[in-house]
């Protein structure tokens, strides 16, 4: 592959650690004696570690960097970004390619992180899975859910694995919350609250305020998470009725979402994307006995500081479906159905 190496191989400025020699994707001469196989019979063979490459060097990219590093099971083989000037926050010895292109035609690259604005999703999550990669996608896996849909297809269809990173799922306050919801019937409500000032969570490219670019607003963004959070603490769900708040430019601002549980329950998600602070929250309550809270980001005082460990969980789970046929449903797909259905029942109050 033709690509810049990251030229620091001092340390690195991600887990201050100096590798004992630098990784490069033409290492594989040297990995594999017999020259580079073709990487689904490595996978057939037992690979123990997956090379990944991760499309997108953004805010979100930089919890993925280390988590991908520190894995055991990975190896970091390629960064991409359009901007060249991301090359300085790839980690040493890494290669760093401006065109994704490369990384999809690289038969060495067994799987792929993409973490790239919203409206990009679909189209390099199908191209990779068409090159034979297993792929792991931020949310939402896609605007449009007949995209969603033509992407679960696509890897049934290659035997990949297609997997939505809802990092949530995996902070230690929802984690505990999970495990003592198993011991009880199921909650009458629950109530997941979403709040947060939307630009501090912008990097330089403000795409995120682009209705167009993020597929709308402060439902498809924050949205996402919560219904994910809510499927997978309360199984499927119905939406009942969305009020949307708009701001001037059309993007959802703010957003009260009333759902109903499979097992009688309601759900209500309240979404805020202009809230001065940050509140990540889910409350339950129960007709006997006591309720259940937990503020998401208790403990975590620095801004974002809870993305280091739940990016870990996402990349163990990820490596633990893709590697090992592990892991969970990907729930990639519902969360764009209910994100579209809310946009359709959304009455507009401003
Ligand atoms: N920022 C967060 O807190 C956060 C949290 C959870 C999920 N996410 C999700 O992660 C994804 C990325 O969000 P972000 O905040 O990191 O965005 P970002 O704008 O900070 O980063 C996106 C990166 O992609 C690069 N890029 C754009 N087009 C490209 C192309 N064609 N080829 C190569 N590189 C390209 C940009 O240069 C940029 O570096 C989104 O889907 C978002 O919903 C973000």
């Known amino acids: 592959m033709a690509g810049k190496r990251n030229p620091s191989l001092d340390r690195c400025v991600l887990c201050a650690s100096r590798p004992s020699r630098p990784r490069h994707l033409t290492d594989a001469a040297v990995i594999d004696p017999e020259g580079r196989s073709d990487q689904r019979d490595r996978l057939r063979e037992g690979l123990s570690r997956m090379r990944v490459g991760i499309v997108g060097v953004g805010a979100i990219a930089r919890y ?9 099971e990975v190896e970091l083989a390629v960064v991409c970004d359009r901007d060249p000037a991301k090359a300085r926050q790839v980690p040493p010895g890494v290669v760093f390619v401006e065109d994704l292109r490369l990384v999809l035609a690289d038969r060495d690259v067994d799987a792929i992180v993409v973490t790239l604005p919203n409206d990009l999703h679909h189209a390099v999550c199908r191209d990779a899975l068409l090159a034979g990669k297993h792929v792991c996608c931020e949310k939402p896996l896609t605007v449009d859910p007949e995209d969603a849909a033509e992407l679960d297809e696509l ?4 035997g990949r694995t297609l997997f939505t990173a809802f990092h ?3 902070n230690h306050h929802a984690l505990a ?3 003592r919801l198993r011991h009880r019937v199921p909650p009458r409500r629950a109530e997941l609250t979403y709040r947060e000032l939307i630009q501090e969570h912008c990097d330089s490219d403000a795409w995120y305020l682009d209705p167009a670019r993020c597929g709308g607003g402060c439902v498809i963004d924050n949205g996402s998470n919560a219904f994910d959070l809510a499927l997978w603490l309360l199984g499927p769900l119905r939406l009942q009725a969305a009020l949307l ?3 001037a430019t059309g993007a959802d601002q703010q957003a009260i979402i009333e759902l109903d549980t499979e097992a009688h329950g309601t759900a209500a998600i309240t979404l805020d994307w202009a809230f001065h602070g940050e509140d990540k929250a889910i409350r339950l309550e129960w007709d006997d006995g006591p309720g259940d809270c937990v503020d998401l980001l208790a403990g975590f005082a620095q801004f974002k500081s809870s993305l280091w460990h739940e990016y870990r969980g996402v990349v163990d789970d990820f ?3 893709a590697l090992h046929g592990r892991g969970r449903q990907d729930t ?5 159905e209910l994100v579209a259905a809310t946009y359709r029942a959304g009455r507009k109050t401003a």
């Open 319 to 321: 490596v633990a479906t």
């Open 245 to 247: 708040e708009y701001s």
């Open 168 to 170: 949530r799922r995996y």
């Open 177 to 179: 919350l999970a495990d």
């Open 64 to 72: 993925y960097l280390p988590a991908l590093v520190w894995h055991p």
């Open 332 to 336: 990639g797909r519902m969360v764009t």
């Open 155 to 158: 890897a049934a269809a290659t």
